[in-house]
């Protein structure tokens, strides 16, 4: 059974910060892109940030560029997503997702991503 399962979600307020984690079952973790995705009410479902496995790529939409950082620790088989000077907009829940992809420059492409973590809500107050 493939299994991706999220924790580190929570309140905060504006400016603060909050640390994410997916814990990926050894099967899963043979997917070479990992990546997390958000979906605020009303919205559609967008990649936040993506790494590629195998080298540590790392890839992230506009909006949080210089915000937010995407890490592994290979060895648990663990993928995390720091979050720094987190703003309202920034609210919502945040999915883990993984999928096997030949181009790590598609990992931030939710097309293909085949394995997800149940979510973990962000809010963000101003």
């Known amino acids: 059974q493939v299994q991706l399962v999220e924790s580190g979600g929570g309140s905060v307020q504006a400016g603060g910060s909050l640390r994410l984690s997916c814990a990926a079952s050894?099967?899963?973790?043979?997917?070479?892109?990992m990546g997390w995705f958000r979906q605020a009410p009303g919205k559609e479902r967008e990649g936040v940030a993506a790494i590629y496995v195998v080298g540590g790529s790392t890839y992230y939409a506009d909006s949080v560029k210089g915000r937010f950082t995407i890490s592994q620790d290979r060895a648990k088989n663990t993928v995390f997503l720091q979050m720094n000077s987190l703003k309202p907009e920034d609210t919502a829940m945040y999915y883990c997702a993984a999928k096997a992809s030949p181009y790590k420059i598609t990992c931030l492409e939710i097309n293909g991503y085949n394995y997800w973590g149940q979510g973990t809500q962000v809010t963000v107050s101003s």
């Open positions: 050894a099967y899963s973790y043979s997917s070479n892109c």
